[in-house]
């Protein structure tokens, strides 16, 4: 499947960033307004399987979206060129399926920014009933915008104009019966196929203990979905970023710059 990539920069190595459930690749918007600074080489920001511009596809296991990324990354990969991967909160775990190179890239490093650990039965229950559910539709740009805001969990940090958002909401158009007329009248929903809800509990040891690369974890130092000692389970040297939330991309993109390079990921 074709995937949605923004891209940019110059030179071979390629840095991929990876949002998170429910968002877009523009949610990377911020921390791209200074690659120039910070990144000497091309960027590959992804809309991931069923969210913002990229199609859906039939099933959301972590495999399969990492398998579909695999193939967007190898298409524009560079031969002499070292693979980075920064992934925050789902694409973190997607970011670990690729660290094993059994999917046609592999990547120098992975870093994973306030990816969710632990999973509990009614976590996943609630995914699940949302993945069964028809798409919802909503009678305006508004309410729909306001419900992706939420589900994306940038309500409160951004608007419905910031370009963060991008590609996270489409209009309906109204379906149509056999005399041409509307059965239904249009509006507008959100971009993302509610069947990506259903990616399952990842499998995090079974991830790190495959990884064939660097790998190297953080959160936002308040991040409500993660424990510095839940990361420290995967990763011993997981850090605490002198960011509050989840969001630390959009918060304090200055922040993720300075971790890539501690680790040797910034320019060169």
């Known amino acids: 499947m074709t995937l949605f990539v923004e891209q940019g920069g110059h030179g071979p190595d390629l840095l991929v960033l990876l949002h998170g459930l429910g968002a877009t690749g523009a949610v990377w918007q911020p921390l791209l307004a200074s690659a120039d600074r910070h990144w000497r080489g091309r960027w590959l920001a992804v809309d991931l399987p069923g969210h913002g511009g990229s199609a859906p596809q039939t099933t959301y296991e972590i495999g399969d979206i990492a398998a579909s990324v695999a193939r967007a990354i190898s298409f524009r990969a560079a031969a002499a060129g070292r693979i980075v991967v920064l992934g925050h909160s ?5 970011g670990l399926a690729l660290a094993s190179g059994e999917r046609a890239v592999q990547p120098e490093r992975v870093f994973g920014v306030g990816t969710k650990v ?13 993945a069964a559910q028809p798409r919802r539709r909503f009678a305006t740009e ?9 589900v994306s969990g940038l309500a409160g940090q951004v608007d419905a104009h910031s370009a963060v958002v991008s590609r996270g909401v489409v209009r309906h158009a109204a379906d149509r019966g056999a005399s041409g007329t509307a059965s239904r009248v249009d509006g507008w929903c959100l971009a993302m196929d509610p069947r990506a809800n259903g990616v399952g509990r990842p499998p995090f ?7 064939r690369c660097p790998v190297h974890l953080a959160r936002g130092r308040e991040d409500p979905l993660v424990t510095l000692d839940q990361l420290r389970s995967l990763d011993p040297t997981a850090v ?3 960011a509050r939330g989840h969001n630390v991309m959009v918060e304090a993109p200055g922040v993720l710059w300075e971790w890539l390079a501690a680790h040797g990921a910034g320019s060169l």
């Open 240 to 242: 605490d970023l002198p």
């Open 205 to 211: 040891a079974q991830l790190m203990a495959s990884a």
């Open 118 to 130: 632990a999973w509990s039965e009614e976590d996943l229950q609630r995914l699940a009933t949302i």
């Open 90 to 94: 789902l694409g973190g775990a997607i």
């Open 142 to 150: 508004q309410e729909a915008w306001e419900r992706y805001l939420k």
